[in-house]
């Protein structure tokens, strides 16, 4: 069941707060991304060659060689599973009135907006029908 206008406008100002409390928080939350699969085959790989790097300076008896297939291990995984820099700025950038200015067109905002206020009148006919 979609929200209403009001519950969305009330999301939307709980948001403006968040992004002005927290930026960082905000920022991170907003760009909530997936990382390609192929950044996951390639780092298994690159951990799977360090492990059996680690083993064969194991049973070689060359500790230079665990370091180093150690690091590889660790290299691979970290590759897998960290997050690039951002090259854009932030998402949402809080401005001197407390509201936030975002990088979405002014059309796609205007949409939204409208689809705000219908969600809130559903809200509020739903709250003076008595719950229904």
Do not use: C
């Not at 290299?75 to 998402?91: E, M, Q, T, W």
């Not at 067109?105 to 205007?110: D, N, S």
């Amino acid at each position: 069941m979609p929200l209403s206008e009001y519950e969305q406008r009330v999301l939307e100002q709980m948001e403006q707060a968040l992004t002005s409390d927290d930026p960082r928080l905000a920022n991170t939350l907003q760009s909530a991304e997936r990382h390609p699969l192929w950044r996951y085959v390639v780092g298994f790989l690159a951990a799977a060659a360090g492990l059996l790097v680690l083993v064969l300076g194991a049973a070689a008896s060359q500790w230079w060689l665990g370091v180093a297939g150690f690091v590889l291990m660790f290299a691979g995984v970290a590759f897998a599973l960290l997050r690039r820099k951002a090259k854009s700025g932030p998402i949402g950038v809080v401005g001197g009135t407390r509201a936030t200015a975002s990088s979405r067109p002014a059309a796609r905002a205007t949409k939204r907006e409208s689809f705000l206020a219908r969600l809130e009148e559903r809200w509020e006919r739903r709250r003076h029908e008595g719950g229904r």
